[in-house]
C-alpha cells in the first residue's frame, strides 16, 4: 500500500490536481507493480509565506 505525500504551494486548481493524481499513481504503479487501488495520493499544499528558499519567502517573490 504506497502512501505518496506531495508537498507544494498553493494555487493550482482542482483540474491540475486531479491530473497530478492521475499521473503521480500510474507511476507509482508501473516502477512498483502495486494495483492503483492500493496507491495513496496525499496533496499538502503550502501557503506562499510558509516556503522560503534561500531565506526568502516565495510570498516576497
Known sequence: MP????KML????DD?????VEKVTA???ETT???AERVTVIIEE???NHFAT????A???
Open 10 to 13: 498553493e494555487g493550482r486548481s
Open 54 to 57: 534561500a531565506g526568502v519567502r
Open 59 to 61: 510570498s516576497d517573490q
Open 3 to 6: 502512501i505518496v505525500t506531495v
Open 33 to 35: 507493480g502495486a494495483p
Open 16 to 20: 491540475q490536481k486531479k491530473v497530478l
Open 27 to 29: 507511476a507509482v504503479t
Open 46 to 48: 503550502m501557503k506562499k
